[in-house]
């Protein structure tokens, strides 16, 4: 039967077993020579012959078969999967340990400026307020235009770079932007 | 990603992932009494078109007829598989190294003039964890433990054997049984069984017939819950465990009836069938335990005809030392309290222990329980006839 499976919720109900054959059609007659009958044959004699899976995936007699080629042996594919996960067990460990380290490293750092010089400390320990704007900024912002404006307000220290370019599999259509320069923010 | 490689799909294909999920209620030690303990399915016939059927039926490995394991797939099929025996060897070899060196901590920690008890217990712990991790990846030690083959004195057996029991079903139907049959609330608060009890009873040959004939050799595995026919349990069951703890600790076992009638007071009441105190056990040793029929002898199930289903629990409970327990005579056995006795003996079921039960129900069986073992007249039991309303009517003229 001439069906497209990608047009496989525009079937009829009848017809949504991919693949469903009806032996009411000899071999080789084409059946879309006459539309009408083709409904009426199929009406008259729906299709039963039942060796594919059915439609919603609750019987596939097929699966067993395609998973033995795929996976010869259960015991290696557990042995695998352990290996694996030990793996990532290690690399994990090991990030965290790492991160351990260093985060004592700070606590240690902060503690000795604690000793040696307490407004350091103070300086060391403020937070900082990433919206915060300088006078420089403020003189500069005054003689912007709209859109410069608001480049400036949305440029945030530590936030994620606006202009960073997310990496593609081919290369734009217009090509390099060589005169492209990055817009700089007015600091103190 | 697996290599798609043409393999022939042989040693252990798609039949093991089934296996290993049928052996879940079968034991992996050995029950030598002819059960059978493993559910071979049937091979599936090969279809027209497919030259070789889909093996089913799992191979027949056990320590009756042990075998040595091999590579599933032979060195170069699949790259994935060997780097992951490379990586597995390592990681065994450096946990091995670790282990060595907590031993000897240990050993020096002990050797001080007051080693620290707290810190030789974190120790200890970390050291039975360590000795587990490091072999539990091995595909050899899995699979001889998923195939019968389990040497019991190794602690990573141990372990394997003790989580397929926990989270491949056997402990979980247990558990429910119990729960739905009501026989936790009624017999005991709670029980977390920490150790596989199984009971064997004969087979039944017919039930046609007045009585049922009943096997005399052959032991069958009894579900929990499931109904027995009194026929079957006129002996003392054959009782396997498998025991997760290496150094032998004292159980006593306990069998009873939480749904015997008391008459007097119109209610049921608990009938001890069976008590052997003092049983050791360890994981080493062997699974059939022997001489549980010589403290309180056992006095097979008789539920009344008329009674309800007979819950039958079978419990093992865990001892802290040697106890003496007085023998409880035949015509004793009624009013039996589960609680106090557990109190008075200093059997604590926050411990762990076993359980089992199953459901019986009167047969023709029965009377001859009554005439041989308790020499007792067979009670009947039924609902009290009902007081005729119309009684003093009945037989004189209506219409006059």
């Given at each position: 039967?001439?069906?497209?499976?990608l047009k496989?919720?525009?079937?009829p109900f009848?017809?949504?077993?991919?693949?469903?054959?009806?032996?009411?059609?000899?071999?080789?007659?084409?059946?879309s020579?006459?539309?009408?009958k083709?409904?009426?044959?199929?009406?008259?004699?729906?299709?039963?012959?039942?060796n594919k899976?059915?439609?919603?995936?609750?019987?596939?007699?097929d699966?067993?078969?395609?998973?033995?080629?795929?996976?010869?042996s259960?015991?290696?594919?557990?042995?695998?999967?352990?290996a694996w996960l030990?793996?990532q067990?290690?690399?994990r460990k090991k990030?965290?340990a790492e991160?351990?380290?260093?985060f004592?490293?700070?606590?240690?750092?902060?503690?000795?400026?604690?000793?040696?010089?307490?407004?350091?400390?103070?300086e060391?320990?403020?937070?900082?307020?990433?919206?915060?704007r300088s006078?420089?900024?403020?003189e500069?912002?005054k003689?912007?235009?709209?859109p410069e404006?608001?480049?400036?307000?949305?440029?945030?220290r530590?936030?994620f770079p606006?202009?960073?370019?997310?990496?593609?599999?081919?290369?734009?259509?217009?090509?390099w932007?060589?005169?492209?320069?990055?817009?700089?923010?007015p600091?103190? | 990603?697996?290599?798609?490689?043409?393999?022939?799909?042989?040693?252990?294909?798609?039949?093991?992932?089934?296996?290993?999920?049928?052996?879940a209620?079968?034991?992996t030690a050995?029950?030598?009494?002819?059960?059978?303990?493993?559910?071979?399915?049937?091979?599936?016939?090969?279809?027209k078109?497919?030259?070789?059927?889909?093996?089913?039926?799992?191979?027949?490995?056990?320590?009756?007829?042990?075998?040595?394991?091999?590579?599933?797939?032979?060195?170069?099929?699949?790259?994935?598989?060997?780097?992951a025996?490379k990586?597995?060897?390592?990681?065994?070899m450096?946990?091995?190294d670790?282990?060595?060196a907590?031993e000897?901590?240990?050993?020096?920690?002990?050797?001080?003039?007051q080693?620290d008890?707290?810190?030789?217990?974190?120790?200890?712990?970390?050291?039975?964890?360590?000795?587990?991790?490091?072999?539990i990846?091995?595909?050899?030690?899995?699979?001889?433990?998923?195939n019968g083959?389990?040497?019991?004195?190794?602690a990573?057996?141990?372990?394997?054997?003790?989580?397929r029991w926990?989270?491949?079903g056997?402990?979980?139907?247990l558990m429910?049984r119990?729960?739905?049959?009501k026989?936790v609330?009624?017999?005991?608060p709670?029980?977390h069984?920490?150790?596989?009890l199984?009971?064997n009873?004969p087979?039944?040959k017919s039930?046609a017939?007045?009585?049922?004939?009943?096997?005399?050799?052959?032991?069958?595995?009894?579900?929990?819950?499931?109904?027995?026919l009194?026929?079957q349990?006129?002996?003392?069951?054959k009782i396997?465990t498998?025991?997760?703890?290496?150094e032998?600790?004292?159980?006593?076992?306990?069998m009873?009836d939480p749904?015997?009638?008391?008459e007097t007071?119109?209610?049921?009441q608990?009938?001890l069938?069976?008590?052997q105190?003092?049983?050791?056990?360890?994981?080493v040793?062997?699974?059939s335990v022997?001489?549980?029929n010589?403290?309180?002898a056992?006095?097979p199930?008789?539920?009344q005809?008329?009674?309800?289903?007979h819950?039958?629990?079978?419990?093992?409970?865990?001892?802290?030392?040697?106890?003496?327990?007085?023998?409880?005579?035949?015509?004793?056995?009624?009013?039996f309290?589960?609680?106090t006795?557990?109190?008075?003996?200093g059997?604590?079921?926050?411990?762990?222990?076993?359980?089992?039960?199953?459901?019986e129900?009167?047969?023709?069986?029965?009377?001859?329980?009554?005439?041989?073992?308790?020499?007792t007249?067979?009670p009947?039991?039924?609902?009290?006839?009902?007081?005729?309303?119309?009684?003093?009517?009945?037989?004189?003229?209506r219409y006059v």
């Amino acid at each position: 039967m001439s069906v497209s499976v990608l047009k496989l919720n525009g079937l009829p109900f009848q017809l949504r077993g991919l693949g469903a054959r009806l032996y009411s059609t000899r071999k080789g007659e084409v059946s879309s020579s006459d539309p009408q009958k083709d409904i009426i044959r199929r009406h008259l004699y729906p299709p039963n012959i039942r060796n594919k899976a059915s439609p919603t995936g609750t019987w596939r007699p097929d699966v067993a078969r395609a998973l033995q080629r795929a996976i010869p042996s259960v015991q290696a594919h557990e042995t695998i999967e352990r290996a694996w996960l030990l793996h990532q067990r290690h690399l994990r460990k090991k990030r965290d340990a790492e991160l351990q380290r260093k985060f004592n490293c700070m606590r240690q750092a902060m503690q000795e400026l604690e000793e040696i010089d307490s407004r350091l400390f103070r300086e060391a320990n403020k937070q900082e307020d990433p919206r915060a704007r300088s006078l420089a900024e403020v003189e500069a912002m005054k003689s912007m235009s709209e859109p410069e404006k608001r480049a400036v307000e949305s440029r945030v220290r530590g936030l994620f770079p606006r202009e960073l370019r997310i990496p593609t599999d081919t290369p734009p259509k217009n090509g390099w932007p060589n005169e492209w320069r990055a817009f700089q923010r007015p600091l103190a | 990603m697996l290599a798609l490689r043409r393999v022939q799909p042989w040693a252990v294909g798609f039949a093991q992932r089934s296996a290993t999920k049928q052996v879940a209620l079968a034991s992996t030690a050995v029950d030598t009494d002819g059960s059978h303990s493993q559910s071979s399915g049937e091979p599936v016939a090969p279809q027209k078109h497919q030259s070789r059927a889909i093996r089913t039926r799992r191979p027949r490995i056990s320590l009756q007829h042990p075998r040595e394991w091999n590579r599933p797939l032979a060195f170069g099929v699949l790259p994935a598989f060997d780097e992951a025996l490379k990586v597995i060897k390592e990681d065994s070899m450096a946990l091995k190294d670790e282990v060595t060196a907590l031993e000897g901590a240990i050993a020096r920690e002990k050797e001080t003039p007051q080693p620290d008890q707290h810190a030789l217990r974190v120790m200890e712990d970390r050291l039975r964890i360590l000795e587990v991790q490091s072999e539990i990846n091995f595909p050899q030690v899995r699979w001889k433990c998923a195939n019968g083959m389990a040497d019991m004195s190794k602690a990573v057996d141990r372990h394997l054997l003790e989580q397929r029991w926990r989270k491949e079903g056997a402990l979980d139907l247990l558990m429910e049984r119990i729960h739905q049959m009501k026989v936790v609330p009624d017999v005991l608060p709670d029980i977390h069984p920490s150790l596989d009890l199984r009971v064997n009873f004969p087979k039944v040959k017919s039930d046609a017939g007045l009585q049922a004939t009943v096997s005399k050799t052959v032991y069958e595995r009894v579900e929990p819950g499931v109904f027995l026919l009194p026929e079957q349990t006129v002996e003392p069951p054959k009782i396997y465990t498998t025991v997760f703890h290496p150094e032998e600790r004292l159980y006593t076992l306990l069998m009873i009836d939480p749904d015997f009638p008391d008459e007097t007071n119109k209610t049921f009441q608990t009938y001890l069938h069976w008590l052997q105190p003092n049983i050791p056990l360890s994981s080493v040793s062997p699974s059939s335990v022997p001489n549980l029929n010589t403290h309180t002898a056992y006095i097979p199930p008789h539920p009344q005809r008329g009674t309800n289903y007979h819950r039958y629990t079978i419990l093992l409970l865990p001892q802290h030392s040697r106890l003496s327990i007085h023998m409880v005579a035949k015509d004793k056995r009624t009013g039996f309290d589960v609680r106090t006795f557990m109190e008075k003996h200093g059997l604590d079921k926050n411990v762990g222990g076993g359980v089992h039960m199953w459901r019986e129900v009167w047969s023709e069986g029965v009377p001859a329980v009554y005439k041989e073992i308790l020499k007792t007249a067979e009670p009947k039991f039924g609902r009290m006839p009902k007081a005729d309303r119309y009684g003093d009517f009945r037989g004189k003229k209506r219409y006059v």
